[in-house]
């Protein structure tokens, strides 16, 4: 796998990332895919509020535990627009917490 910088950071990214969107279909289905993904050597994650239940089970298969060191692994979610400040906070807790 090849890794690029991200952006200005020191943070190195697989060229690849694993969106969530549908392949997180059940649990098991969700950790047999990550588990796969990180063994390609894919190290950045991405999922959003709106994907169903895949923020909780990827917080459920981190907690577990993966073959590759948290701080190695890259999880970036979405938050939908809102004008409101406090519901945002809100959002973005609810995210940190699954």
Same mark, same amino acid.
């Given at each position: 796998? !090849?890794?690029r910088?991200?952006?200005? &950071?020191? %943070?190195? %990214?697989?060229?690849? *990332? /694993?969106g &969530?969107?549908? /392949? ?7 950790? @047999?895919t990550? +588990? +796969? ?9 991405? &999922?959003? !509020?709106?994907?169903? @239940?895949?923020?909780? $089970? %990827?917080?459920?298969?981190? @907690?577990?535990?993966? *073959?590759?060191?948290?701080? +190695? %692994? $890259?999880?970036?979610? @979405?938050?939908p627009? &809102?004008p ?12 940190l917490? !699954?």
């Amino acid at each position: 796998m !090849r890794y690029r910088r991200f952006g200005k &950071t020191n %943070l190195q %990214l697989s060229v690849f *990332s /694993c969106g &969530t969107m549908r /392949c997180l279909s059940s649990e098991s289905n969700a950790q @047999k895919t990550v +588990q +796969q993904v990180i063994a390609q050597g894919i190290n950045h994650l991405e &999922t959003a !509020r709106g994907y169903g @239940k895949s923020e909780e $089970y %990827l917080g459920n298969i981190l @907690k577990a535990g993966l *073959s590759l060191p948290r701080d +190695q %692994l $890259y999880i970036t979610t @979405k938050i939908p627009p &809102t004008p409101d400040a406090d519901l945002m906070s809100q959002w973005i807790n609810d995210s940190l917490e !699954r």
